[in-house]
Each structure stands twice: as structure tokens, then as C-alpha cells.
């Protein structure tokens, strides 16, 4: 299924997918994104991860930043200090590399989890109407570039999601910055992207 960005009920199209366990192309605040619900404890288990990694073709050690709505959800997941002046930076093109609470909600074993909670609102929207993080990654096969243009999207990946919601293309667009903290709250930058840090 395709609809626009634009359209009235795509917020609710685009939830209703991503709660089905179903894998979806939407717009982010930088670049078009595979993604997926990701898996809670006592909750949803669709392995979203696993079928966005098959389309991609994606190794299996590299993990997926998580999408949040809001800036205090992270500490849902983690009792990391993370400063005021990055919280300050979301929402935003901002990924937070955070340690795994003991008792975090999330389905998994990781150490550390990437979360963004995205500038654009109507993606908020849908994180919030989905009722847990979701996984996003850029639209391509691994090791080939970001697919900026919708047509080629559609082209591309059309037979393997979904749902693809369209808004412009995005070309040029830069990634979000990526940032990890530190148990004391010290902020180390991996990635400078679209935020300066």
C-alpha cells in the first residue's frame, strides 16, 4: 500500500502497520526510513528487526536506532546522566547511545541501545499511536546508497513492505549526528550529522 504523508489518516495507516508486526517506508526528520515496532518484554514479539535486516541485507551484528516520541521516554530504557544540553537537542536529528537499564521493557540483550526522538512531528505521531520504540534505518541495500528519491524507493522495495508513506524526495539530506554517554554522563561524538555537538 502507498499513501501520502499529506493524507488525512496517514498517521493512524502508518501505526496500524507497524503494530501489526508489519514493515513500513516512512519519512524521518533526515532521510526515508525502514521501519518496524520494536519487540517489548511481556509484549509484542515480530522480530521486526530480522525481517528489516533480510530486505536490507544487513549483517547481523549491527543494531537499529530506536525512535521514540518523547525526549524523556529514553529513561524508560536507561539510567544514564545524559546532560540537559543534549536533551535539549530533541527533538532533533540527534541519536543517543545510551547503557540498558536491568530492567529496561525492551525484548533485549544488548549493553547499549541508539534511541532518536525525531523533529518531525507527524512521526512522533506515529510512534506515539504504534505504543513502543521503532526501529529505522535508512532505505537501501547494504552497502549501496541511501535511496533519496521516492520513485526509486518505490521501485525498489515496493514488493517487500508494507506500507510506503511518500513525501518529498530527500535529497541531500544529511543523518542525524550520533552521540554515546557514558555512565557519568560524559558525551563522546561518533557521528557529526545534521546536529552540531
Excluded at 97 to 123: M, Q, Y
Aim: aromatic share 6%; charged share 25%; proline share 6%.
Amino acid at each position: 500500500m502507498i499513501c501520502n504523508k499529506s493524507d488525512e489518516n496517514s498517521a493512524e495507516l502508518a501505526a496500524d502497520c507497524l503494530k501489526k508486526g508489519e514493515i513500513a517506508i516512512i519519512p524521518t526528520d533526515t532521510v526515508y526510513g525502514f521501519s518496524g515496532i520494536a519487540d517489548l518484554k511481556n509484549g509484542n514479539l515480530f522480530k521486526t528487526d530480522e525481517k528489516i535486516r533480510t530486505i536490507k541485507g544487513r549483517s547481523e551484528g549491527k543494531p537499529f536506532i530506536h525512535l521514540i516520541a518523547k525526549p524523556e521516554d529514553v529513561f524508560l530504557y536507561t539510567d544514564d546522566k545524559i546532560p540537559e544540553k543534549i536533551l535539549a537537542l530533541w527533538p532533533g536529528p540527534l541519536t543517543v547511545i545510551v547503557h540498558s537499564k536491568k530492567d529496561i521493557p525492551l525484548n533485549s540483550a544488548a549493553e547499549t541501545v541508539a534511541f532518536r526522538c525525531p523533529g518531525d512531528k507527524w512521526l512522533r505521531s506515529v510512534i506515539e499511536k504504534a505504543g513502543a520504540p521503532v526501529y529505522s534505518t535508512s532505505v537501501n541495500r547494504s552497502g549501496s546508497p541511501v535511496l533519496e528519491n521516492i520513485s526509486e524507493i518505490r521501485e525498489e522495495f515496493g514488493l517487500e513492505v508494507s506500507l510506503i508513506v511518500e513525501s518529498h524526495d530527500v535529497k541531500g539530506n544529511v543523518p542525524s549526528t550520533i552521540v554515546s554517554v557514558d555512565e557519568k554522563g560524559i558525551v563522546k561524538v561518533v557521528r557529526q550529522g545534521a546536529v552540531k555537538v
